[in-house]
């Protein structure tokens, strides 16, 4: 696990560390980032630290964004990428709750992007046999704001709110607009004629190529669902995704188009691959032969 | 009846997974014991000063700890009688001893890698691969004479219940159990057994032929 | 330690492949999954589907198909061949999908296997002519060479025979023979078997399992002050390249690249004949339900049938043939001409009338002899317990074809026999009444028949994409009396096509290699995408939206209305 990173795609890059509900003010906490061991603190007076455990005068950048702390090894970009919903005043921000998980952070995005597994890992949650059909969507690869977009997506959902037993087609949107960050967008319960949609995140934080801190959670405006019943939910689901991703190999995604079988239904994968391929990214995965 | 219970808890998924065999109704508190930390909460530890989950309540009384739970509700619920018989509670009390075991290995090695509890994962996972080594050998010789179960009786007991969900969840916690192929059989048919559930990180198992 | 991948070894007990269970194995750092079918065949599969990496030791054997516990894709016995991805229901895999496997053998109670095997297994002469008692396996985490070094000294007897991978312990007139299986540079595992049997076989295995179990222990403690070596790293084979592009549709040809020797042929019902055709050394590719292959006949005709296979049943394809006096002598040849015994030249199958799994249920329509795809459906649909209907029209009960099979659907068919065309269509429009959404209708059977039902389909408010059908001829006369051109737009030619020539053939002798099958305009294999003109169809193959979209053309028999036709090749 600490393996070396000298990647700089990934080093030059903002990561999470923490969501701020499980950093104790005033406490020295002790993590692990791109295979260094690294230690973050919150004084009373609110000021952020991090900083190297074998090196206490290499002190690490801090940003405060979407209710975690995020750091970097390298010079990342002035700005993270934008989430305007999480922002807005009457919403709810739901962090689940870091989990470990022994895979790359590659398989993880993945598994995000993914719903061809609803049926089989999340069984009676987000999609049920027979309907394990996955109906074409479009993907598109933003080259100015160097993030991939997958919409149209639509999936059969078997309690599609908690107000009805009948199951539907939810749609979804999905974002990729960081190596290790994903986010799905549904529309928000009593609010679909406005347009607005809850948001659910994935921040990753590699702790090494192999070795992941899942940071999760659910932007949503509707109180109606208590902040522990979505927690509950997000941590079921995650779970249920753990198990499956840790019996994948290899552990690190590969990128060479031949390394696995793609279906137009992972339409939204492949381009993940060839993003981070073209990005030159080295550390996670196996890049193309 | 009613369980505070933790989703991803091995250990209230014991009850959770009884309580649906014997098809029985029972109200649920959703305990947030991650990150929360609930269950070390004023309100939980009136219930259980020892703080941990699951607490189980019936009649005015309050249960704590799985294997007590179990026991009660097969003593008063299990109208078969198959699932804590009296001629074999002694060597079932001992397998649920074996999977307190069980816990504090297996167990224990999944919080550290799933939840970044600090404590010593090698201790963890070398207790967990001893005890799976004796859970194999035992399992693999009642297989030869024909039993399926960790006691002697022609049906499942509390037992089985009670070992189960930290051996099914060793992986998470980096126990590997392709050495012990009698544990993963025994897996398949404790997961075709009527009535039973899945948690997350426990997959069903295909139907038997 | 010399890793040498062509050497064959034990790597599970024929007792740890109980039936639906899947066994985790290991050899050389490469790891396997193991698992026995309903009908006894032993599989050994590199223990990762080639979708996304997940381990198939975690999926569900079926009994005749193994499920990847991540997407549902389903795998089948022996092939290893994928039948069914559920995120796609309507499109049969669209090439031969194929999870990696190993050869394996199951004797003296073990199963061997290699990784690279440089020749087919030997069985150890030490092995011959024995019915030996197969001990518990000890795994134990050391490297095999110094397992078999410690070995040396299990009390038991002298040792009499040693091998790179075995040693034998002699003690009176019993064996014991160990065999070292290297999991990985840092575990071996000793499978050890007892000859003669013994008398007390438990009392025996429990001795050993005891006096195995302190070696094991001596050897861990031998290593326990050493660095664990690397683990063997496994290289990934690249999947092939036409499998890792996005799909396209299925252009199989017509290609009777398989030997295959008639092992059975026999009557299956008034004036239709069933063939068991079985592969003489390579294994028949998979198929999937409704797949039918191209038989190529003594008579030098080429001819279409479809497969009557239930899932897994992958060691054969068995069809059923109709006597057809009217035909152009195909049928009569197989009838007459065709013996037990006999090679003929078969394709590997195609399926242009793919099964979706996803139906809130199926109805399967069958009339006369096009009973036979719908046989192979309706045996997948009872094995995953789907729920459909099977509805059999026939003239009499003399002609109810392949009643073992239709034994075992017992209670999901319905026959009926001797109804006119009116009472037919009376029964379908009955059958197919009450559409509800996600309802999937197969029919084959005479063309009439087929009109039909797919009209009382459309009255009865089934939409274009929940009915499907397949025409096993064209009864359509043909108009060849056209001439027109086509443009191919990505070889920049432009042909013309007279008068009594097909697109089909002009293209053909123009060196354009295109796929076909039936050349009669019923199976669709010679199916191109349109881009500019209006075709002429003429063809029983496309729906009616695809004939009104103008973007398909069935190239064998259908021809253009405008002066052009521009063809996306």
Redesign the interface.
């Known amino acids: 696990m600490t393996q070396h990173c000298d990647d700089p795609v990934i080093l030059n890059q903002w990561h999470p560390l923490s969501s701020f509900n499980e950093i104790v003010v005033g406490q020295k906490h002790r993590t692990v980032l791109l295979g260094r061991s690294l230690f973050y603190q919150q004084t009373a007076q609110g000021e952020l630290f991090v900083w190297s455990c074998d090196n206490v005068s290499f002190v690490l950048p801090t940003k405060r964004a979407y209710g975690f702390l995020w750091t970097s090894l390298g010079i990342p970009p002035d700005e993270l990428f934008a989430v305007g919903e999480i922002d807005e005043p009457d919403r709810q921000n739901v962090a689940t709750g870091v989990f470990g998980v022994n895979v790359s952070f590659g398989r993880a995005i993945e598994n995000f992007l993914d719903m061809g597994h609803f049926p089989f890992v999340h069984t009676g949650i987000l999609g049920e046999e027979p309907h394990t059909e996955v109906k074409e969507y479009d993907v598109d690869v933003s080259e100015s704001r160097d993030e991939i977009m997958a919409t149209r997506c639509r999936f059969y959902q078997p309690q599609a709110s908690l107000a009805s037993e009948a199951g539907a087609d939810v749609d979804y949107i999905f974002r990729v607009p960081h190596t290790n960050c994903a986010l799905l967008y549904k529309s928000s319960p009593g609010y679909e004629a406005e347009g607005r949609m809850d948001v659910i995140y994935m921040f990753l934080q590699p702790m090494g190529p192999e070795w992941t801190r899942a940071h999760t959670g659910m932007c949503v405006i509707d109180v109606a669902n208590s902040y522990e019943s979505i927690r509950y939910f997000q941590q079921i689901i995650f779970g249920q995704d753990k198990s499956i991703l840790e019996n994948q190999f290899p552990k690190r995604l590969p990128l060479d188009s031949r390394a696995e079988t793609p279906i137009r239904a992972d339409k939204s994968a492949i381009a993940y691959r060839r993003w981070l391929a073209k990005k030159g990214l080295t550390y996670g995965v196996i890049p193309s032969i | 009846m009613k369980l505070y219970d933790y989703e991803l808890s091995g250990n209230c998924y014991k009850v959770r997974l009884f309580l649906s065999i014997l098809g029985l109704n029972f109200d649920t508190k959703p305990i947030d014991f991650y990150p929360g930390r609930e269950h070390k909460s004023k309100a939980l530890l009136s219930l259980n000063p020892l703080g941990q989950l699951p607490i189980f309540e019936d009649s005015d009384a309050t249960f704590c700890g799985s294997d007590v739970i179990l026991s009660y509700i097969a003593e008063n619920y299990d109208k078969s009688g198959f699932w804590y018989p009296k001629k074999q509670r002694l060597s079932i009390d001992n397998w649920m001893r074996v999977a307190d075991e069980i816990t504090a290995t297996a167990s224990a090695a999944r919080l550290h890698d799933t939840f970044f509890y600090d404590l010593d994962i090698e201790t963890a996972r070398a207790g967990a691969h001893r005890l799976f080594r004796i859970l194999d050998e035992h399992l693999w010789f009642s297989e030869k004479r024909g039993d399926d179960w960790l006691v002697e009786t022609p049906f499942p007991t509390i037992a089985d219940i009670s070992c189960f969900p930290y051996v099914a969840l060793s992986e998470e916690g980096g126990i590997s159990r392709m050495d012990f192929p009698a544990i993963r059989r025994w897996c398949d048919r404790v997961k075709r057994i009527d009535g039973f559930i899945t948690m997350p990180g426990i997959f069903p198992t295909s139907k038997a032929a | 330690m010399k890793v040498d991948l062509s050497q064959w070894h034990p790597v599970?007990s024929s007792?740890?492949l109980?039936?639906?269970?899947v066994?985790?194995?290991?050899l050389w750092g490469h790891?396997l999954a193991i698992w026995r079918a309903?009908d006894g065949h032993v599989n050994v599969w590199e223990?990762?589907c080639?979708?996304?990496?997940?381990?198939l030791s975690?999926g569900?054997?079926?009994?005749s198909e193994l499920?990847c516990?991540?997407?549902?894709w389903r795998y089948a016995n022996r092939t290893a061949g994928c039948t069914y991805?559920?995120?796609?229901?309507?499109d049969a895999p669209a090439r031969t999908?194929c999870n990696n496997t190993y050869q394996c053998i199951e004797k003296y109670g073990l199963v061997w296997s290699a990784v690279a095997p440089e020749r087919s297994f030997e069985t150890p002469v030490t092995l011959t002519d024995t019915a030996p008692l197969t001990l518990?396996?000890i795994?134990i985490n050391a490297p095999s060479d110094l397992v078999q070094k410690f070995a040396t000294d299990y009390p038991y007897g002298m040792v009499t025979h040693k091998s790179d991978t075995s040693m034998t312990l002699q003690s009176g007139a019993s064996e014991l023979q160990l065999f070292f299986q290297p999991v990985d540079s840092g575990k071996t595992i000793i499978r050890g078997l007892l000859i003669p049997q013994p008398v007390d076989?438990?009392v025996a295995?429990?001795h050993h399992?005891a006096m195995m179990t302190p070696l094991r222990d001596k050897i861990e403690l031998a290593v326990s002050g050493l660095s664990p070596p690397r683990a063997i790293e496994v290289e990934?084979k690249?999947?092939?390249?036409d499998?890792?592009?996005?799909?396209n549709i299925n252009t199989a040809g017509p290609k009777v690249e398989f030997r295959a020797k008639v092992a059975k042929k026999w009557i299956t019902s008034q004036n239709v004949m069933a063939f068991r055709l079985e592969a003489f050394s390579e294994q028949f590719p998979t198929f999937q339900p409704g797949a039918h292959i191209d038989v190529s006949l003594p008579n030098g005709m080429l001819r279409q049938y479809s497969l009557t296979n239930g899932p897994g049943q992958t060691d054969h394809y068995t069809i059923g043939v109709k006597r057809d006096v009217a035909s152009r002598g195909g049928s009569i040849c197989l009838h007459d001409d065709v013996q037990e015994g006999d090679v003929i030249a078969i394709s590997a199958p195609h399926n242009n009338f793919p099964l979706r799994?996803?139906?809130?249920k199926t109805i399967l329509i069958s009339g006369g002899i096009g009973i036979t795809p719908l046989l192979s459906m309706a045996q997948a649909l009872k094995a995953q317990g789907?729920p459909f209907e099977l509805h059999i029209f026939v003239q009499t009960a003399a002609d109810l074809a392949f009643p073992e099979i239709l034994h075992d659907l017992d209670g999901l068919t319905k026959t009926y026999m001797g109804l006119s065309p009116r009472a037919t269509r009376n029964v379908i429009s009955g059958v197919l009444a009450n559409y509800v959404a996600?309802q999937h209708v197969y029919i084959c059977g005479p063309g009439v028949m087929l009109e039909a039902a797919r009209e009382a389909a459309k009255k009865c408010g089934w939409p274009d994409e929940a009915v499907h059908f397949e025409y096993f001829k064209n009864s359509k006369e043909i108009d060849y009396k056209t001439t027109f051109e086509i443009a191919l737009s990505r070889s920049a030619l432009t042909l013309q096509v007279p008068a009594g020539k097909t697109i089909l053939q002009i293209l053909r002798e123009n060196g354009i290699e295109v796929p076909s099958s039936c050349e009669q305009g019923a199976c669709g294999t010679c199916l191109m995408t349109v881009i500019g003109g209006e075709p002429d169809h003429q063809d029983v193959y496309l729906s009616t939206k695809e004939k009104a979209s103008n973007q398909k053309i069935i190239t064998c028999v259908s021809r253009s209305k405008s002066n052009q036709l521009v063809l996306d090749i």
Do not use: C, T, W
């Not at chain 3, 991805?85 to 309507?90: G, K, V």
């Open positions: 599970a007792s740890d109980p039936l639906r269970h066994y985790q194995g290991q790891e309903d223990n990762r080639l979708h996304r990496g997940v381990r975690i569900l054997n079926e009994g499920r516990l991540y997407h549902g991805i559920p995120a796609h229901p309507a999908v518990r396996a795994p076989p438990i295995l429990r399992n990934f690249p999947v092939a390249k499998l890792a592009q996005m799909p799994r996803d139906a809130v789907l996600a």
